[in-house]
């Protein structure tokens, strides 16, 4: 007997259970020590543009190199926050922080009048009578609006380069409340140190709690779902110890390969989850089928390597092919969404081939060494609990299909015209990127943070970096305040603008000096700290357009708009000869993001679409079994267009892969279907027969598979996180459509395409009878003609 490879396979499999576990224990050892490295990211620029980009490169060589900053916030309330009490407190807090390390400046109400003491006394520090204090900010008017909007309210920012690493911002966040607390602030003044290194420690830590959290969730939604399809086989609840050890696997290349966690790739653990018990139901469900024949162990096993293994690859490559569109989105987050979970499907398709059949195999030598009798009648209990339990269902199934099949012109036309609203629909719907609406929003330091934003105002910017030989030049000096105070006058969102030339301007009684040596004695009167914000050297200096809460008042699109005009103005308004100027700054690289998220998701749609149609192609061969599964699923996707309409959702990078998600998973539903379709069609010989045939018997178990993969995205829809949990609810909503497309649209596409086959295979063999008939006609005649002429020369 020649033994092929992949019963070969099988017989290794079935020789070496013990070797493999040892192995998978191994692995699993590796994977836990290296899944200890994973960083934990919060939300920054790089997670939503491309490093390698143009924009980015600009970006972070030209603003963030030479005037990235960012601040941590100190809000001071109280009722009254100008006393002298509470003035020497800030001063405190002030001059520990300047001490601190990666600290680049202090700003505060006390400073100003601390200077301003000094000034007038010739002792720095802060007077004990509140009539010093008042007139010392009132000498400054205008000018403190943003620090002290009024008497109850003050901030303290604490300026640091844009290039410091989430470490150092959470030791430096750290380090401020120790020193808040040891400031002495006098009873009644409340201290919230707030801004974007508190936020960004929330969110990671918000994360790491909600990751457990899903996980359990999904472990319990998972065991529920395989009491209620699985308990028929023996030991039912294996496939989800299994498919977590596919995710151990997934976490320890995670940290081998420094792939970061991110609140997008946290939601791809649910649905790993989802469809990796799926490829382990299906290695338990067959072997248990093969067992209870009665046939040998190695039998066992090795039909289910040669039958089982390659038909769940199939079904993995189908859904890697949606996944594999991902990489063609710009947003780095989306990519390696799309890298996680392709390696979380290899990893759940290894443990379920491998760690599941060796279980199952080692467990039941075990139990048939201790009573073999026992054994063949609970199976036969089991197969009878089955087949009661598949029948029900399945009888469901097929009357679904048949009333599809008697309506199918209504189902195709009802099923189209949604599917073309719904299409419509999601043009229609907005994007969101400010990440502040995907985290909890009751999160402490969100709500402080727009607390922040409340009293004092917004702080977006619009970052404009001009270059030129010497901006210190006069000339260039007035170019960048003119164009600054067009900005303003022209625009009504630019609500302030702060340059070089504003600052040389303030401190030199509202007009810039005419001659270089006057500019250069001002900017040398500048403190270090504020001049250098503004300009770097002599060749490169920024404006700074203040926009308040733009992503709030204005929107992605809003913000996108505004920024085409300041390009506009830009070339109108026109720099000197020499000179150049470059838009940049978070909101401009952010606003790349609204393109990828729109015109890039039908992009990722239609490369997924393509690559499941060729992967097809190439395994079917066959033109109508590689479109027919794809076709349903489209319908699919403009249905979900039209739920995220309806429900007034917005895409984010997650829910911007929802159609290749779509694409990847439902497919499978309307292969598996299509399969046992053609072989009950080898068998009845009649379309009508084997569609019945094959809603009844494989029908009970697509519903097994669409209710656990249901189940695990689910866990989804109870993240804290806003961008999880609606991704949760669509990708349940997904599901659910995907199977019942694949009960009703798909079966009338199926048999419609499959009868027009064979209505063309039947005209086509009428074409070659009656062609064969011509030609034979012709031969016959031209027989007769030669025969005629043969005839007339004998007679001659």
Sequence with gaps: MVIGGKNRFGIWIERHPLLIIAAAVLLTAASIHYAQFIEMQGMQTENFVGKDSDLYQKYDHLFMEKFGTQSLMVIIEGDDVTTPSVLKAMDRLIQRMEEAPSVLGVDGISQIVAR????????????????????????????LSFILPDKRHTIVAIET???????????????TEKVAEIASFPPGIEVIVTGDAALGLAIKTEMATSNGILMGLAGLLMILALLLVFRHVNWPILPLPTVFLGIIWTFGIMGLAHIPMTMISVSAFPILIGIGIDYAIQFHSRIEEEFSRGGTMLDAVVQTVSHTAPA?????LITAAGFFSLFSSTVPMIQQFGLLCLIGLIMCYLSGLFVEISLLYLAERRRSLRDPQRRSERDEEGGQDETANSSFVGEMVNRAVQISLKRQRAILVLALVLSLAGTYADTQVPVDTDFKNYIPQDLPPLVEFRHLNDIFGGSDEINIVVQGADMTDPKAMRWVDEFG????SSRQQIYDTTSIATMVRAA??????ETPAGIKEVLDSLPPAQRDKYIDGHDTALIDLNIGQAVRDLGEEGIDRLLVEVKKDGIWFGPHPGMSITITGDLVVMTTVIDALTTGRTEMTLIGLLLIFLILLAVYRDLIKALVPVLPMMVVIGWMGGVMYVAGMSYTPLTATLGALILGVGSEYSILMMERFYEELDRLGDEGLAIAATSKSIGAALMASGLTTVFGFAALMASPFLITSNFGILTVLAVIFALATTFTVFPVLLLGMEKERTRIQQLGQKVLVTAREIKM?????????LASQRGGRAVR
Excluded: M, W
């Design 485 to 488: 105070s067009y900005l303003k």
């Design 161 to 175: 380069p844009l290039t410091l690493t989430e470490r150092e911002g959470e030791v430096l966040l750290q380090e």
């Design 312 to 316: 769940v690859l199939i079904a993995l």
């Design 116 to 143: 301003a003491e000094e000034n007038a006394s010739g002792i720095r520090g802060i007077p004990d009578d509140q009539a010093s204090i008042d007139r010392y900010l009132e000498d400054h008017g205008p000018a």
């Design 508 to 513: 030199n009684g509202g007009f810039i000096p």
């Design 777 to 785: 006609a012709a031969c016959r005649r031209q027989q007769a003609t």
